[in-house]
């Protein structure tokens, strides 16, 4: 008797254990990542972004004036931290309080307004004047629904490496380098003369030729209409990369993969097309090389590539303190203080009269005024619409690029390939 | 009158010592009849939640339109999505490539897990070294092993090439591992073979050691060398485990995911090769639903694959039957 009974405790307590089990799951999907308003008015707010976005300091200082504020940063991987987002939206709970969104991804999620913040509804019309108009656009949904605030912008310019200019007899000086070329065409023909000289490769990658291109172009791969236009802009961008290939000056290393980096340790390319966060980039991958890159300005006049925005998803309990501490974030004081700590470039241009801003030399680039550089190319951007599909688009011509590059598609017919794939992304 | 008198009186049935309490006796119907459902419950609450759930969900979800970047599309689609599907060349090419690398890595993983389990059967120095060795790939996460393979196939310094070079191919050209449908297969398939062999080879082993030995002497009286009798005895003998295997490579090769990914030269746009010449189903319904935010016509893909993956396992099942020696 005594062992039945035992036997049957045992299976209740299974069973038990099971449905614990399953309500665990569930309750702590529900309760998402905050702390319950109800407990004393204590709120958590979770902060996600990639890298370094430089708000260690910041979340001290904020936590020390806001004694009911803690804040938790979670620094992940940049996809990783995207595509997070959207799975948690997409459930509907599990989502950051606060996220950063970057141009890349900026326009996906612009899509999906309704499940953010709308900053206009939180007072946030304010900020507006402040920010680079495009910026600002860039954020603001179809319906005129503002998701974001913008933190930096990446600018762009050209990066070399002034031991390799040296050694193939080209001038060093970032000044005297900037005028060797005042447009794409001059700047294949440098890394002709480079490549002849020394036997190495120029450029990193025929893509890295595109993109930058296509950034200077007033209209992309969409018109603001959604009509994909693949004879305008990236037709332009499309023949000057075939070039660069054909005038066998590129390394056909594809970015942020292992062989890349093994490229900047190699001295596989000179150049790069670098906006203001790729510095980071380069000081991890080649600490040795310090000194031995320089900033030029890039040919064909400004551009963007990159920067991000701090978002609110409306399914977070506690949005408003996450706006009120976004706004906080945004202010002068702190962007001049991320752009101390790791080189982010603001994107409110009053901060870039700023002497912070306007006097800060970056050593690792042979103390080269990357303030300034980076603002000015900000600053004198023409402004680019991108389209629903641009993501996808990019890949996709992108990946016909790299065919040329494999050997696996002649260049001359490659133009024909690009638009196809373009076009089926448009339509898919 | 007879029957009436073989009864119990009436006063026996209240004599408590006799049966058991009226609570002992439903705890004891209790635990017949219901613990062991409550037992084998917990399986089936998670294969409901985690398994059935989301295989049907997935069903009706590849009925609709449901798109990430356009909100506004939205609604029952019918069997468009499965429709597109059949003119899709990207999904025909996908399921190529999927077959391909399934071929190019179950076949010789099979075969080279019969023999090192032939092998391993013998009387060896170091048996369990030996046979925990062979597992030691699988104890590798595949995400490790997988950027150790992508390095190795590397166009520039990679180590696969320079084992060419050694035997005087492309010196001057170095092989792009990435380019070409036939050598990312090769590639593809060296990964999931390295990772698989060693685990097939110790479930045919542990079935190989319940062949008695006197089959194998009697066989060898009658003049049979080892080759035949692996082909006539061992592998009919352990057919069973070989179906099995079968099956669970057919599962786990047409779901190929993270080897091709890892492999792309870049992973995030998931599209396996710049001309998809790798792109698996897997990676191109991770790509359709997380990249082109098109998750209604994502879910039409992965229950096409479900499909496949039945259909293909049921013949391969089938046909391992026939080759074990049902004639």
């Not at chain 1, 008015?41 to 976005?53: H, I, R």
């Not at chain 2, 059935?52 to 468009?80: E, K, Q």
Request: with cysteine; hydrophobic share 45%.
């Amino acid at each position: 008797m005594e062992r039945l009974g035992k036997r049957t405790l045992r299976a209740a307590a299974a069973g038990v254990a099971a449905t614990l089990v399953i309500a665990g799951c569930s309750g702590q999907a529900l309760e998402g990542g905050t702390e319950d308003k109800a407990s004393g008015d204590q709120v958590t707010l979770k902060v996600a972004f990639w890298g370094d976005m430089g708000l260690d300091k910041l979340k001290a200082a904020y936590e020390k004036d806001h004694p009911n504020v803690k804040i938790v940063l979670n620094s992940g991987e940049y996809n990783a931290q995207h595509e997070d987002l959207q799975k948690k939206l997409v459930a509907g709970s599990g989502a950051p309080d606060i996220s950063a969104v970057d141009e890349g991804f900026i326009v996906q999620f612009r899509g999906q307004a309704d499940k953010f913040v709308n900053y206009l509804d939180k007072g946030g019309a304010e900020f507006e004047s402040k920010y680079l108009p495009w910026k600002w656009k860039q954020s603001l949904s179809s319906d005129g629904k503002q998701i974001g605030l913008g933190t930096d912008v990446g600018g762009l310019a050209m990066c070399y490496r002034n031991d390799l200019f040296k050694k193939a007899g080209l001038p060093t000086d970032r000044e005297a380098v900037s005028k060797l070329w005042s447009n794409w065409d001059q700047f294949i023909e440098v890394g002709k003369q480079y490549t002849a000289k020394t036997g190495k490769k120029f450029v990193d990658s025929g893509t890295n030729m595109f993109n930058p291109v296509l950034a200077q172009q007033p209209v992309g791969f969409y018109d603001e209409q959604e009509q994909l236009k693949m004879d305008g802009g990236p037709k332009v961008a499309f023949d000057l990369s075939m070039k660069a290939i054909q005038a066998d000056i590129s390394a056909d290393l594809a970015s942020f993969q292992p062989n890349w980096d093994q490229g900047f340790k190699k001295d596989q390319f000179a150049v790069l097309a670098c906006p203001a966060w790729m510095l980071g980039h380069i000081q991890d991958t080649a600490p040795e090389q310090k000194g031995k890159w320089d900033i030029a300005s890039i040919p064909g006049g400004g551009g963007n590539w990159g920067g991000s925005w701090w978002t609110v998803p409306s399914q977070g309990k506690n949005v408003d303190a996450a706006v009120d501490f976004v706004k906080w974030l945004v202010q002068p004081e702190q962007q001049i203080e991320v752009f101390k700590t790791v080189g982010n470039l603001p994107s409110q241009p009053a901060l870039y009269k700023d002497p912070a801003v306007l006097d800060y030399k970056k050593e690792f680039m042979s103390n080269a005024p990357t303030g300034q550089i980076f603002a000015a190319t900000a600053e004198n951007l023409q402004p680019q619409y991108l389209g629903k599909k641009n993501g996808p688009t990019r890949v996709a011509v992108e990946n016909v690029i790299t065919r040329v590059q494999q050997g696996g598609l002649k260049p001359e017919a490659a133009w024909a390939e690009a638009v196809k794939e373009a076009e089926k992304v448009a339509k898919s | 009158m007879s029957l009436t008198q073989l009864r119990p009186a009436a006063h026996h049935r209240a004599e408590p010592p006799k049966t058991p309490s009226k609570a002992k006796q439903w705890l004891y119907r209790f635990d017949i009849k219901t613990v062991p459902y409550a037992l084998i419950a917990p399986f089936f609450i998670l294969f409901g939640v985690f398994g059935l759930f989301p295989i049907i969900f997935n069903g009706v979800v590849a009925l609709r339109n449901w798109r990430l970047d356009d909100p506004t599309l939205t609604g029952w689609a019918g069997f468009g999505n499965f429709t597109k599907l059949l003119s899709d060349e990207d999904f025909w090419n996908a399921l190529g490539n999927t077959f391909g690398i399934f071929i190019l890595s179950t076949v010789p993983q099979l075969i080279a897990a019969l023999i090192i389990a032939n092998l391993l059967n013998r009387k060896l120095r170091a048996t369990t070294w030996w046979r925990i060795g062979v597992l030691l790939p699988y104890l590798t996460p595949v995400v490790a092993s997988t950027l150790v393979f992508a390095v190795f196939f590397s166009r520039d310094y990679g180590l696969a090439n320079w084992f060419l070079s050694l035997v005087g191919f492309g010196q001057d050209d170095p092989l792009d591992w990435r380019a070409a449908k036939w050598s990312s297969w090769i590639a593809i398939a060296t990964m999931v073979n390295w990772k698989w062999i060693g685990y097939n080879a110790l479930l045919y082993l542990s079935a190989m050691q319940t062949i008695p030995k006197d089959v194998y002497e009697a066989a060898a009286v009658d003049g049979a060398g080892p080759w035949r009798q692996l082909w006539r005895i061992t592998v009919p003998m352990i057919q069973p485990v070989v179906v099995f295997t079968v099956i669970l490579s057919t599962i786990g090769g047409l779901q190929l995911f993270n080897e091709p990914m890892m492999f792309d030269e870049n992973p995030q746009s998931a599209s396996g090769g710049s001309d998809h010449q790798f792109q698996t189903i897997a990676q191109l319904i991770y790509k359709v639903g997380w990249k082109d935010l098109n998750l209604g016509y994502a879910a039409a893909m992965s229950w096409a694959l479900f499909l496949i993956i039945l259909i293909v396992a049921g013949v391969n099942a089938l046909l391992t039957k026939r080759i074990g020696g049902d004639r």
